[in-house]
């Protein structure tokens, strides 16, 4: 089992910036991919960007290439994700996510499933 908590969202103008923290617990080890997703009121949930625990290369939802950076430290078992020129459209709720290793394949948010979820940070841009 991992345990998954995030923090740092708020509300902030667009083109600000806010860093989305997640800290994990548990079986960290047992997850190639850490990721984030986010859900905005009546839409689908979406995947923005991942990561892979072993390695460190990253992957992007086209819709924040260039503007969102997800990162790790291994050493504090913690996730981030740096969101500069956010836009009202990011508004959302924001989940930090893992995919175990067991079950092969990529780290891409919009094409691999993840299996170990937080409870959320809302983040509000407003214009």
């Known amino acids: 089992q991992v345990q998954l908590v995030e923090s740092g969202g708020g509300s902030v103008q667009a083109g600000g910036s806010l860093t989305l923290s997640c800290a994990a617990s548990?079986?960290?080890?047992?997850?190639?991919?850490m990721g984030w997703f986010r859900q905005a009121p009546g839409k689908e949930r979406e995947g923005v960007a991942g990561?892979?625990?072993?390695?460190?290369?990253?992957v992007y939802a086209d819709s924040v290439k260039g503007r969102f950076t997800i990162s790790q430290d291994n050493a504090k078992n913690t996730l981030y994700l740096q969101m500069n020129s956010l836009k009202p459209e990011d508004t959302a709720m924001y989940y930090c996510?893992?995919?175990?290793?067991?079950?092969?394949?990529?780290?891409?948010?919009?094409?691999?499933?993840?299996?170990?979820w937080g409870q959320g940070t809302q983040v509000t841009v407003s214009s």
């Open positions: 548990g079986y960290t080890d047992s997850s190639n991919c």
């Open positions: 990561i892979y625990t072993r390695g460190g290369s990253t």
């Open positions: 996510a893992a995919r175990s290793r067991k079950y092969g394949g990529g780290c891409h948010p919009e094409i691999y499933e993840y299996n170990y």
